[in-house]
């Protein structure tokens, strides 16, 4: 069936460094993606959002990146911080019918931010 | 501004026992509600959403249900709970008759059954 996955399940970082999770997603219907962050034993926090019709989003220290030829998902973070540190999801949405209404998620991935 | 409430934060139940676990939203009106399970170290997996009052789909069969009995409460229920049945239980909500629109979670449930 369909379904959303992430390349790298951890990634370990040093503080002030880049990075840069990704997410390939398989459902070519899927027009919404957004990327959460989840602390240990927190709900996901939204973080940023992208729609289909963009390829690039940036917010605070986050770009989010579309490639809809190849259905890859990026989330970068700049000058990485100890308070990143946490398990990031992607997560899609498709545009018609059921799928409207359903927020589906990858595996997550691991960021360690090290001092 | 909009906010939702989860409760309890940890729960211990024995295998067999019911299960009633709650969820509202204030601050708006007519919301999708969901309910999403998350095993440890695992992605989540949507159990059900609500689009509108008595309004249920189910994603995958399973011991649990969902009921909501008002347009901003959402509740997932067990007759009997499996061992199987424990995890991490998030309720999520997004504004109704919309589409892409993210969801907000709750602070979620641990649910041990043991």
């Known amino acids: 069936g369909e379904s959303v996955g992430l390349h790298l399940p951890t990634l370990s970082v040093q503080e002030g460094d880049n990075s840069i999770i990704n997410c390939a997603y398989s459902n070519s219907a899927s027009d919404y993606f957004i990327w959460y962050k989840q602390e240990s034993g927190k709900g996901p926090q939204f973080i940023i959002d992208i729609r289909s019709n963009m390829d690039k989003r940036q917010g605070q220290r986050v770009t989010v990146l579309l490639n809809k030829t190849v259905k890859h998902l990026s989330l970068q973070i700049a000058a990485t911080q100890p308070g990143d540190s946490a398990v990031y999801f992607c997560a899609e949405m498709g545009n018609s019918g059921g799928s409207n209404y359903k927020l589906t998620f990858g595996k997550g991935t691991l960021l360690t931010v090290n001092p | 501004s909009q906010t939702i409430h989860q409760w309890p934060a940890t729960l211990v139940q024995p295998v067999g026992s019911p299960l009633s676990l709650e969820c509202t939203v204030e601050?708006?009106?007519?919301?999708?509600l969901y309910w999403y399970r998350q095993a440890a170290g695992r992605g989540l997996q949507l159990l059900f959403y609500s689009v509108g009052i008595g309004q249920i789909s189910s994603e995958v069969p399973q011991n649990l249900s969902a009921s909501r009995p008002q347009d901003r409460q959402f509740i997932l229920s067990s007759k009997k709970l499996l061992l199987s049945d424990s995890g991490f239980y998030l309720c999520?909500?997004?504004?109704?008759?919309?589409?892409?629109?993210?969801?907000?979670f709750g602070s979620g449930t641990q649910l041990s059954v043991l």
């Open positions: 999520a909500w997004r504004s109704g008759g919309t589409t892409n629109e993210k969801l907000f």
């Open positions: 601050g708006t009106s007519n919301p999708n």
